[in-house]
């Protein structure tokens, strides 16, 4: 288990590392020159350490998509692997940071800035919070007697601060939800709608809990009768082992989509993946699932079916 310590102006991840059961644990210590930066690399370490790699398969995927018969876990399955999000950037990201106009789409400029996530933060020292100033908005309570808040909190570092340029199936996927959820709106009315600009939004406008996500996304993994070990973090780290097959092991090029602080996460997390499945040939991502024609045919057949349109 990774911890953090200061010492002086730096913070430091500790952990402890073996080469074989036999051998003593020696101790690790990475320097970090923020405690934001020191908490993603112990996250992380923890992440690897305890609970490995799970990846996804293009067929794999394609059958979670067949059996979801919900539009926004659509959507938010669609994101996570396509742009390499997190659950938080995910139920975070608004509107006024997805670029998704005819124009962008047809010159292959669409895209989304991922500058914030969703977080809870305790009633208790909210006060205290919204001096931060990294704290943006903060989210009505879904239940009145709530001891936590949802905040939209933006990023500190550059690195996490990123854009992530969109295959055009994506793209019109979102324009079509981007459509069905104004005409919610215009039907609902202000009284009930609850507009917090959120692309993923419950029928209401709300905010929607990574819970939610999470334990549905566990449901099809059994209902498409893959391993239960597969969560839905796991597109993250598909998108990412893919990513770094199509780009010849471009760590940088990798980075910038993760939005890793370090260059080397990438390859301490997924070095070991690619070696795995270095015999594998692996065309373009976009051509071979993301803007395949037999997947984009999926997405539009679902679009139809969920009243997307």
């Not at 295959?167 to 019109?172: D, G, M, N, T």
């Not at 097959?245 to 940088?252: A, P, S, V």
Request: proline share 3%; with cysteine; hydrophobic share 35%.
């Amino acid at each position: 288990m990774a911890i953090i310590q200061k010492k002086g102006n730096h913070y430091y991840v500790v952990y402890y590392t073996s080469i074989n059961s036999e051998e003593k644990k020696k101790r690790k210590w990475i320097k970090c020159e923020t405690y934001q930066q020191a908490l993603e690399i112990k996250e992380t370490q923890n992440r690897y350490e305890y609970k490995g790699r799970n990846i996804l398969n293009v067929d794999q995927i394609k059958k979670i998509l067949y059996v979801c018969d919900d539009p926004l876990l659509i959507l938010a399955t669609t994101l996570a692997f396509s742009a390499s999000l997190r659950v938080g950037e995910i139920l975070g990201l608004t509107w006024d940071n997805v670029h998704i106009s005819n124009d962008d789409i047809e010159k292959d400029n669409a895209h989304i800035n991922i500058v914030k996530q969703l977080q809870r933060v305790n009633a208790a020292v909210l006060d205290i919070a919204l001096k931060n100033e990294t704290m943006i908005t903060v989210l009505p309570p879904l239940h009145p007697n709530s001891k936590t808040s949802l905040v939209l909190k933006k990023y500190k570092t550059k690195s996490s601060q990123r854009t992530i340029w969109l295959p055009k199936s994506l793209a019109y996927l979102l324009k079509n939800w981007k459509k069905k959820q104004l005409e919610t709106k215009m039907d609902l009315g202000p009284d009930i709608y609850q507009d917090n600009n959120l692309v993923i939004a419950n029928e209401y406008g709300a905010p929607v809990l990574s819970g939610y996500i999470n334990k549905n996304f566990k449901k099809l993994v059994k209902k498409s009768g893959l391993p239960s070990n597969y969560v839905f973090h796991s597109l993250r780290h598909s998108s990412a082992t893919y990513k770094l097959m199509l780009n010849n092991g471009d760590i940088k090029s990798t980075q910038g989509d993760t939005g890793l602080e370090q260059a080397k996460m990438i390859t301490d997390i997924y070095s070991h993946l690619l070696d795995e499945h270095r015999k594998e040939r692996i065309h373009d991502l976009n051509q071979n699932l993301i803007d395949s024609p037999d997947l984009l045919d999926v997405l539009l057949m679902l679009i139809r079916q969920k009243n997307l349109k």
